[in-house]
């Protein structure tokens, strides 16, 4: 066979395959299809951007157990958590929905099946759950002791990542595990036997916050690693899509908790009961709109990278909640949380050493 016809029979072969779309994926963009995931995923926005998001939603996450315990009234909190994560479902949904009009103007739209956007209700309870019991461990424990309990969140996804995205766990990181329950063991340890009043300025956890903080952690990182493969899996749909499924479906479950509280809650107080902005103060309306942009930074982190680099944000935010602790409660750090300070910092190392 000549080299003429060798050509001829590649250009030939090669216009039959599939033309794939900027993101990796096979037919025109938009369409909501679930394909297969791919290899690599492109990110949105350019890589100094993506930096920017990276730092703003560390800030976030360290500053949200601050305010929460600034909302605090007599050692409660005075306002439903279900009205506020009601409301930061329904911030996150017209923001989604604002983010995907110029694609759809652009583009166009298809409207996905209703057997499309349930895996969506998945995630979506799980959070609700989550969400819910992270408001109320606040009053369980100091802010500091929350942010550094709430990386034994990197034990579960390790593991789920493990059975569910069949990613290896390294030597390395395994010593880092080991590590984060060493941090955890310390520090409720010296939590446990703090004396004295305790208060956001005072390091201290209840034995009830030890286990809503383990069940918070397992439940945090099924949500993750599940909604990091439904992201992944339907990349080629915009994520703005997948936020407003996912945010529906929030909407829906937080609501229905919501109206079941505010039904108990009428049986002592009638005349406050249904009212959905009840006890909150401005502190409150910081964490719902500072948490509306948290959840679309996660969203976007998890589609366009990984859970990897949320549990590094979500590491990195305890050192922006220690030195505001201080600088806001002035706390007084004890050798417990100091120890299990250091032993999460060295975790943190060999979890993402390569």
Not at 134 to 158: C, E, F, H, R
Not at 162 to 172: A, D, E, N, Y
Not at 277 to 304: D, P
Request: hydrophobic share 45%.
């Amino acid at each position: 066979m000549s080299s003429k016809s060798l050509e001829l029979e590649k250009q030939t072969s090669s216009s039959d395959k599939p033309k794939t779309t900027d993101m990796g994926r096979t037919g025109p963009p938009g369409l909501p299809e679930a394909t297969k995931p791919v290899n690599i995923y492109v990110k949105p926005v350019n890589m100094c951007l993506w930096r920017l998001m990276l730092i703003v939603g560390t800030f976030i996450y360290g500053s949200y157990t601050i305010f929460a315990h600034l909302c605090e009234v007599d050692g409660r909190i005075p306002f439903s958590s279900a009205s506020m994560i009601l409301v930061t479902e329904v911030m996150k949904l017209i923001i989604s929905i604002c983010m995907f009009m110029p694609e759809v103007r652009r583009d166009g739209f298809t409207m996905p099946s209703f057997m499309y956007a349930l895996p969506f209700s998945v995630p979506a309870i799980l959070y609700c759950f989550n969400n819910n019991i992270s408001m109320q461990m606040q009053t369980q424990m100091d802010p500091a002791t929350y942010q550094v309990l709430g990386n034994l969140k990197i034990l579960s996804t390790a593991f789920l990542y493990r059975l569910i995205i069949k990613r290896p766990i390294s030597g390395f990181q395994w010593s880092a595990l080991a590590l984060l329950v060493a941090a955890g063991v310390s520090n409720s340890y010296g939590g446990l036997h703090a004396k004295g009043i305790q208060t956001a300025g005072t390091i201290h956890v209840t034995l009830k916050g030890l286990g809503m903080m383990a069940m918070y952690c397992f439940i945090s990182g099924l949500a993750g690693v599940y909604t990091e493969y439904i992201l992944k899996e339907r990349y080629q749909t915009s994520i703005h899509l997948q936020n407003i499924m996912l945010y529906l479906f929030g909407i829906i479950l937080n609501g229905g908790v919501w109206f079941l509280a505010e039904v108990k809650y009428q049986d002592d107080n009638k005349d406050l009961a249904f009212h959905l902005f009840r006890g909150y103060s401005s502190y409150t309306w910081i964490i719902i709109i500072t948490q509306a942009f948290c959840g679309l930074i996660m969203s976007a982190i998890m589609k366009h990278s990984s859970n990897i680099a949320r549990l590094f944000l979500i590491s990195c935010a305890m050192l922006v909640t220690t030195i505001l602790s201080v600088l806001v409660f002035n706390l007084q750090l004890n050798l417990y949380f100091c120890s299990a300070f250091v032993l999460v910092l060295i975790a943190l190392y060999l979890y993402h050493k390569k």
